[in-house]
């Protein structure tokens, strides 16, 4: 299966234009806790997170929708891609600190943001899968099993 | 094993009397997502967290110093208790939506604040063990394994 299926579609993203105030309606709207800035070729440039709120703004006084989101953004991102597999993006976020990982195509556009909670429960849901086969093949092996 | 130990410690709590910017400041001291606030008992009154923070101050204009986190925190919270189960705990967040959960004791005092993170975590850190210890019955099992 791939990434993008954890996914939360459609994708959130604002223009690199846009201010704090913009991209923080947007992870409102869409209720999640990250929001890619795309160029204008839809490419990730950065990425702006509730925690980027907690720590760069709440307590700055400044106002969000004077500050543009590319000042306060993480910029030169980890990415994910079709290919990378769960597993491997697991890795990046663990590596990284990072709670959402911007997906890819070829072209470097940006298809979804993954979310560490996404990719945790996929993960129960794959060992809990794999649990359950064992269980149903080792009761059709028991003998007078039914 | 208990849910205490799934959550971080020291706990994460502040004064009910306290202002949403020192509420803030715990969040960000220690590293987490959510704060309790309690009562002088030490009993918890409400909770706020990163998300409330994006919800109901981001774009508000107010100014955390000078707003009382008791007037922006959640009230009548589900609580877990030492007796109640990782399941448990996790049923109660899907159901409300809540991504924290406040661990009391007997008395109703705050011991911890559980995160479905942690709580996702620990799952598959279970199954995982789960499906280790088939995989080494199995192996001891098969005819000539070594």
Do not use: W
Not at 62 to 85: F, I, S
Request: proline share 4%; with cysteine.
């Amino acid at each position: 299966m791939s990434i993008l299926h954890l996914c939360d579609q459609p994708v959130a993203s604002v223009a690199l234009g846009a201010t704090c105030a913009e991209a923080i309606q947007v992870m409102l709207d869409r209720r999640v806790g990250a929001v890619c800035m795309v160029d204008g070729d839809g490419k990730p440039a950065g990425i702006f997170t509730e925690r980027d709120v907690l720590r760069k703004l709440a307590l700055s006084g400044l106002d969000p929708k004077q500050v543009m989101v590319r000042e306060y953004m993480t910029a030169n991102l980890d990415m994910a891609t079709m290919k990378t597999t769960p597993g491997e993006a697991f890795a990046a976020m663990i590596n990284t600190h990072y709670r959402h990982l911007p997906v890819v195509n070829d072209d470097g556009v940006l298809l979804g943001i993954l979310s560490i909670r996404n990719l945790l429960q996929a993960k129960i849901d794959d060992l809990t899968q794999q649990l359950d086969s064992i269980e149903t093949a080792m009761s059709n092996d028991a003998p007078g099993g039914d």
